[in-house]
């Protein structure tokens, strides 16, 4: 296991490899149903969770028709609330920027709280690379940092691992990087978090500097939101002197208002829970609370790709809950490791080939991580049409493929238009169908096909075909009477 | 061409032609109905394991107290009620002054502080830092916060409890919004609770004065 996504397989080759592990695949159905029913049971309390829903997606639909509007008139407001604003075109641009606002304090470490933006940007290699130590001090990112190990859900890193595989890692690895956890430690979730506790806590007390995410930047008042449940995103907003937020263009709400649609959507569509335990807004500067140095870095790295797209711009609406891995049967047998980014499941399959392009083999074949049962478009808080995100990608990449030699799905796709398109050659083609069942004589399904057939018959159990068709048989009866 | 200027042709470009789409027609604030706003408070806080009393506006004193029976040293914040602390016994109380650090806030075995708006159905209680409630910081360190919300602060659900806030947010003040006691599902989706944040959440909802 290696901390990086770079050279990823594609999500069908990385996805045979993960269904082997039946430890993993046991963690992830466990957890995932716990969430899925815990999020089922607080959505019914609301009178009108369909209103709620219209109102996030036309909110951000708003936001990213207008979005150079916003963007310009959150910049004012952070300008004029002490903030120092920065703008990054790419992943790149915003690691420099960061890492020399990181040197230009003196310190040689950061606290960080949870963030997708920065782990999307490999900002703690970056920051690694120049010589300055990033401790991740959410409960599940300290646990996939310390493993040595990659993220596999968005809100709960971790997710793959159960409570004896964290407490080996926190034996094995904490004493070599702070406070080791105590000799006894035996795999209780309250003792494991005790010992993450005494850990953190050193770093947090000195912390110099803190770099976060947000998961809102409100444009009118220069506010930005972070909503979180341990209180380590509160040690790192308020205890270091200077803090360094890195946010996606897409977070922008126009309003304060608008946080009470997103405040009741937000906790229960990922935690399950009526409100999450803690939630940290500031606006700048506060003299005399908290950092007195306050950086803002916006970060495009393909977002403006996806809004150019007009059907596949609704993915920048996501509020990155999760709710549509918790329901997703692909997801909760493979997990997150084989979609090849720090965006996994559904939302995943349709935002890593937007953000990233098409161009390589994994964000190719993502659109196809899915059987379009439709459940994640259900759940989606924001009213993102995954389903039909992913259909629309899949023509994307096959578009991108037109011309030059003919793949064998293509041949035999062309095939099977000519076939379906006359209802005499259909009635042949099940004649040799039938002819072909009673080959396979006893068995319910077709095994392993020869030759480049084995690829399609080795991703499926296709029921072998009747030894009589439907046709035949009416006839049949027909002709009986 | 700044990566700013860059950014802001891409998204011109980007929506060139494309539908703008007007702000939603949302009833904003709207007021959720509920027959006993404080007795759902005090359910949906309880349901996340935080500790609730209801006091008479005369108890608060007393309640403080009791709540801080096993604590020697607490820190308030400046503008908090002298006569909520008159029943302290064997208690030393520090006055935030503004210059105490991180790791002398960390020695404090306690903090109390006052509330701006309480949600009634998510079980919530804001802070939005005023003289009664202290910086940040304060509410955060001590292992113990102790929580004095008035009932008149009390709102049914989210959407009401935006306009209330809205002062702080114009006036540059952060905002805490705290439900039950820091905790975390980590770790095999379990709730434990009590990492970073305050261990223990004692919140004492006050009558109104009959």
């Not at chain 2, 470009?13 to 939603?24: D, K, M, S, V, W």
Request: hydrophobic share 40%; net charge negative; aromatic share 4%.
């Amino acid at each position: 296991m290696s901390g990086t996504f770079i050279g990823m397989p594609k999500f069908q080759t990385a996805a045979k490899e993960a269904l082997g592990n039946s430890q993993q695949r046991r963690n992830l159905q466990h957890a995932t149903h716990t969430i899925r029913e815990k999020r089922a049971r607080v959505v019914e309390e609301l009178d009108d969770w369909e209103g709620l829903r219209q109102a996030g997606a036309d909110i951000k639909d708003n936001v990213l028709s207008h979005l150079d509007t916003y963007l310009v008139q959150l910049e004012e407001s952070l300008t004029r609330a002490g903030a120092t604003v920065h703008w990054a075109g790419d992943a790149a641009e915003a690691n420099e920027i960061v890492t020399s606002l990181v040197r230009a304090t003196g310190a040689d470490e950061v606290v960080k709280v949870k963030s997708m933006a920065t782990q999307e940007i490999g900002l703690n290699e970056a920051l690694e690379e120049a010589g300055i130590a990033a401790w991740e001090t959410d409960l599940a990112e300290l646990i996939v940092q310390l493993g040595h190990d990659r993220p596999s859900h968005i809100l709960v890193p971790a997710i793959h691992r159960n409570r004896a595989e964290i407490r080996e890692i926190f034996l094995r690895e904490m004493g070599h990087v702070g406070t080791p956890p105590p000799a006894g430690l035996t795999s209780e979730p309250r003792e494991l978090a005790e010992a993450a506790r005494v850990h953190l806590r050193e770093k947090f007390l000195r912390a110099k500097v803190a770099i976060s995410g947000a998961n809102f930047a409100i444009a009118e008042t220069g506010t930005l939101v972070v909503v979180e449940s341990e209180g380590n995103g509160r040690m790192c907003l308020t205890l270091p002197e200077t803090l360094i937020s890195v946010v996606g263009i897409e977070k922008v709400l126009p309003r304060l208002e608008d946080l009470e649609v997103f405040m009741q959507l937000l906790p229960r569509s990922s935690t399950g829970e009526r409100m999450n335990p803690y939630t940290s807004t500031w606006t700048g500067i506060t003299p005399g609370d908290g950092p007195q140095q306050v950086h803002v870095v916006l970060l495009d790295n393909g977002r403006t790709d996806a809004l150019a797209d007009t059907v596949g711009r609704q993915a920048l609406r996501c509020i990155r809950c999760s709710a549509c891995l918790n329901v997703c049967p692909v997801y909760e047998r493979v997990g997150g490791h084989a979609y090849g980014s720090v965006y996994p499941g559904p939302i995943g399959a349709i935002l890593n080939p937007q953000l990233r392009g098409t161009t390589s083999e994994v964000d190719q074949s993502l659109p196809y991580a899915s059987s379009l049962c439709g459940a994640c478009g259900d759940v989606c808080p924001v009213k993102i049409e995954i389903p039909d995100l992913l259909v629309h990608l899949r023509t994307r990449v096959v578009d991108e493929h037109r011309g030059g030699m003919p793949s064998g799905e293509e041949i035999a796709m062309k095939g099977a238009a000519w076939m379906f398109s006359d209802h005499r050659r259909w009635e042949k083609a099940q004649k040799g169908a039938e002819l072909g069942g009673r080959m396979f004589r006893k068995k319910d399904t077709i095994g392993r096909l020869p030759g480049p057939l084995s690829a399609w018959s080795d991703a499926r159990d296709a029921p072998v075909p009747p030894a009589e068709s439907f046709r035949t048989w009416w006839k049949r009866e027909k002709e009986g009477q | 061409m700044s990566a700013r200027d860059d950014m802001l042709a891409r998204i011109a470009a980007a929506l060139e032609g494309a539908e703008r789409t007007p702000p939603p027609d949302h009833p904003y604030g709207a007021v959720t109905p509920l027959a006993d706003v404080a007795a759902t408070f005090v359910e949906c806080v309880e349901d996340y394991r935080a500790v609730v009393e209801r006091v008479a506006p005369e108890g608060i004193a007393a309640a403080v107290a009791q709540a801080l029976s096993r604590a020697t040293r607490i820190v308030v914040p400046p503008g908090l009620p002298t006569e909520w602390l008159v029943a302290l016994d064997r208690v030393e109380v520090v006055a935030d002054d503004g210059h105490l650090s991180a790791d002398e806030l960390d020695r404090f075995d306690a903090v109390v502080t006052a509330a701006r708006v309480g949600i009634a159905v998510t079980g919530t209680i804001v802070l939005d830092h005023g003289p009664d409630q202290g910086r940040r910081a304060l509410s955060l360190v001590p292992d113990l916060h102790i929580c004095v919300v008035h009932e008149s602060q009390l709102v049914g659900d989210v959407p009401e409890s935006i306009a209330p806030l809205r002062d702080a947010v114009d006036a540059g003040r952060p905002l805490t919004w705290i439900s039950g006691p820091s905790a975390t599902s980590d770790i095999e989706l379990e709730r434990v609770e009590g990492v970073h944040g305050p261990r223990t959440l004692h919140v004492l909802l006050v009558a109104p004065t009959s």
